[in-house]
Nanobody
Framework: QMQLMESGGGSVQAGGSLKLSCSAS?????????MGWYRQAPGNERELVSV???????TYGESVKGRFTLSRDTDNDVLYLQMNSLKTEDTAIYYC??????????WGQGIQVTVSS
């Protein structure tokens, strides 16, 4: 069974940093065509934060460019999202995702990130 587990969320003041982690079980990120993070704020649609393709190309949403960094630890099969210079508008539930994993996709349960002013 494919599962993704996020960790590292919480509350932080504006200007601060958080680092999210995502671990896979039942599959490996190496078997996937893409992996990354989306987020959803109350009343908003789910939006792209960052995705990493199997060809090592990284895409960032416009609102997080220059502040967030997506990385992958291939030895431990963990996906990270380093979030710096956080803003109140970054408050959302963050979801880890992996797609095209031998024909299957997976989403994590989501983790709350709250940025206060």
């Amino acid at each position: 069974q494919m599962q993704l587990m996020e960790s590292g969320g919480g509350s932080v003041q504006a200007g601060g940093s958080l680092k999210l982690s995502c671990s896979a079980s039942g599959f490996t990120f190496a078997s996937c065509g893409g992996m990354g993070w989306y987020r959803q704020a109350p009343g908003n649609e789910r939006e792209l934060v960052s995705v990493l393709s199997s060809t090592a190309h990284t895409t960032y949403g416009e609102s997080v460019k220059g502040r967030f960094t997506l990385s992958r630890d291939t030895d431990n099969d963990v996906l990270y999202l380093q979030m710096n210079s956080l803003k109140t508008e970054d408050t959302a539930i963050y979801y880890c995702m992996a797609v095209a994993c031998r024909g299957r996709n997976s989403w994590g349960q989501g983790i709350q990130v709250t940025v206060s002013s």
